[in-house]
């Protein structure tokens, strides 16, 4: 192993984590544009079930996803408590709608690890590495495989 190869090992990753239907998760924070209370968002016809709706973000209009209904996981009622935390992947913005923001997390890059290999389990396509904090499993969302699709998008 090179040196460089050892000092980016010991090297950590600032992560949001949050909860969403009973479960936490969470994203890299460099990702993270802002976090928003929860907005009622105009839904548009023949879009996906998962995208709720869009909302305008300060002149902005971005779609919004039910993260619950992403990942396949009991969605709940919406309510005042939900929080949208708005991303931006490759110029690609996003708002998330999760139950609640946990955590500003610093894991180190050692301590995670890939998901086990299980090709039935279609949540596995999201999480793209997995981590014990407080004895909590924490998985980490793969922002590029939660992102709709360029052409099914809402907006």
């Known amino acids: 192993m090179s040196t460089s ?3 980016s090992d010991s090297t950590s990753v600032e992560l949001l984590s949050f909860r969403v239907g009973g479960q936490d ?3 890299d924070i460099m990702s993270v544009r802002e976090i928003r209370g929860s907005a009622k968002a105009t839904t548009l016809p023949r ?3 998962f995208i709720k709706g869009v909302i305008n973000l300060r002149g902005t209009v971005l779609p919004i996803i039910d993260l619950a209904a992403r990942l396949g996981l009991q969605t709940g009622e919406n309510s005042a408590r939900n929080v949208i935390i ?8 996003v708002g998330l709608m999760v139950d609640a923001v946990s955590d500003i997390l610093a894991i180190p890059t050692d301590d995670m ?4 290999d299980l090709a039935a389990d279609q949540t596995r396509t999201f999480v793209s ?3 014990i ?3 909590r499993m924490i ?3 793969d922002l590029e495989a939660v992102m709709p699709p360029q052409g099914e998008e809402a907006a």
């Open 133 to 135: 904090v407080d004895g």
């Open 25 to 27: 998760y969470s994203v």
């Open 139 to 141: 998985r980490i969302l």
């Open 86 to 93: 708005v991303v931006d992947l490759g110029g690609r913005t």
């Open 47 to 49: 879009s996906p079930s």
């Open 129 to 131: 590495a997995l981590t």
């Open 5 to 7: 190869e050892k000092q």
């Open 113 to 116: 690890q890939p998901p086990p």
